[in-house]
Structure formats: C-alpha cells, structure tokens
C-alpha cells in the first residue's frame, strides 16, 4: 500500500507527483479557494452572531409597550 498523497476526481484516484504541472498548479489554486471559502464561512458565522447580539441589544433598549 502506497503512503504517497492521492487525491480522488470523479471518483478516480490520482497520485499526486503523477499529476502534470498545471494539473499540480490547478489543484493549488483549489486548495487556495477551498481556504478562502472556509475563512469566509468563519466570517459569516461570526457577523451572524454579532448581528443577533445586536437585535437583543435593541430589543431590550426599546420602550415597553403593552
């Protein structure tokens, strides 16, 4: 069994030192991507959260009304 890093496409698995340069750049540029989309989700999730303690905030500093 081989301890070299594959990556699976379409359900094909690949070694990666077996991938053409580009294919290496390409996937590169995924990875890259991949964080990007993951730090922007962490992002959302945080603005989210700051966005109901605000609500919360306003709620409670509006005037009672009955």
């Known amino acids: ?3 070299q890093p594959k990556i699976t496409i379409d359900d094909k698995e690949y070694l990666i030192e ?3 340069d580009e294919a290496k750049t390409q996937l590169g540029n995924m990875n ?3 964080q990007k ?3 922007l989700e962490q992002e ?3 603005m989210k959260t700051a966005r109901n303690t605000y609500a919360q905030a306003l709620a409670a500093a509006l ?3 009955n």
């Open 1 to 3: 069994m081989s301890d």
């Open 18 to 20: 077996d991938l053409s």
């Open 32 to 34: 890259i991507v991949d």
């Open 37 to 39: 989309i993951a730090n």
């Open 44 to 46: 959302v999730a945080i």
């Open 63 to 65: 005037p009672q009304k």
